[in-house]
């Protein structure tokens, strides 16, 4: 059985497909909107979210499937005690496939291995998670036309931030891709992603600290929310939490057709006048969202699509 826990889970060929499926579920909407009916899918978030949730919650609903599921630990059984392994045992008698979101990194790989059901990762800890940079890719796909030859600048939290390791990860795949690593020094990306994903493939990268030096390099701008939840201390998060504001002023010397991704949720690292600017790509990002999800879902439920 497939799970995608890992975005090395998936080769380069089988995303490459599911971000083709993607554009055509995107263009023809009819056409998937019975290909899950009688299956259900169970979205077991133990953390908050909001897109995450929601959009596989979307997902599911548009190819005709159902779901279930609970989104808080407080409102499942883990509030009792019961573990990991338990809960996906039983939730395999219930559903046809799952999403697990968790503040504890490898969760959800714990999970796949008792699981009977495929297991999606929406996300663990500070660690991964690989739908969003399926979502990513698209978005970056879309507007570009390409994964290959883009210098990326990743701007915010790279330490805990999960989101920009496994784009980092997925990325790394492509020819010609350099990544700016733009972060205050506490919050730079962890030494085992910099040594066995950039530096074991002889990715080219540089790591700064401010925004406006490398702005107009950039083809990609991806901003982050820095990751209270995270914190250790509520005054570090505190001074470090408005370390990057983008606004009008620093999109000046930004490439007229560079695009600003987020993952969401925004907190202050985005001025709201840049919403209005025509670079801004991240509520279509949360909207490619949905799609890659399905497209996901079908894959590993191994759907025929006709
Ligand atoms: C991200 C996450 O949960 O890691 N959100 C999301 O899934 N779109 C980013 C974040 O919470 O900052």
Aim: hydrophobic letters at 40%.
């Amino acid at each position: 059985m497939k799970h995608l826990i890992d975005p090395l889970d998936l080769t380069v060929e089988e995303i490459d497909d599911l971000l083709d499926t993607a554009r055509n579920i995107e263009a023809n909407r009819q056409r998937y909107a019975h290909l899950c009916e009688g299956k259900k899918l169970a979205t077991l978030f133990y953390e908050p979210s909001t897109r995450t949730r929601l959009s596989f919650e979307a997902a599911m609903l548009n190819l005709g499937g159902k779901v279930l599921g609970f989104s808080s630990a407080d409102s499942s059984s883990a509030a009792k005690g019961e573990s990991i392994a338990d809960t996906i045992r039983v939730v395999s008698c219930y559903a046809d496939i799952c999403a697990m979101r968790h503040p504890k990194e490898g969760a959800p790989l714990v999970a796949s291995r008792f699981s009977g059901i495929p297991v999606i990762n929406a996300g663990d800890g500070g660690h991964q998670h690989p739908t969003q940079t399926l979502t990513d890719l698209l978005t970056i796909r879309s507007l570009k036309g390409r994964l290959t030859d883009l210098t990326i600048g990743l701007c915010g939290d790279l330490k805990f931030g999960r989101t920009v390791h496994s784009l980092i990860k997925s990325l790394a795949r492509y020819q010609g891709i350099r990544f700016i690593l733009i972060s205050p020094n506490e919050l730079r990306l962890p030494e085992y992603i910099r040594d066995e994903v950039l530096n074991a493939n002889n990715i080219p990268f540089e790591e700064v600290e401010q925004l406006e030096t490398v702005m107009s390099q950039l083809d990609i701008l991806y901003m982050t929310r820095v990751q209270r939840e995270r914190f250790f201390n509520e005054e570090d998060y505190v001074r470090l939490k408005d370390s990057y504001i983008l606004d009008g002023e620093k999109m000046k010397s930004a490439k007229p057709d560079m695009a600003i991704l987020h993952p969401l949720p925004r907190v202050n690292e985005i001025a709201v006048e840049v919403d209005n600017d025509p670079r801004a790509a991240y509520f279509k990002q949360a909207q490619y969202g949905v799609y890659v999800r399905m497209a996901l879902i079908l894959k590993l439920l191994e759907v025929e699509v006709c």
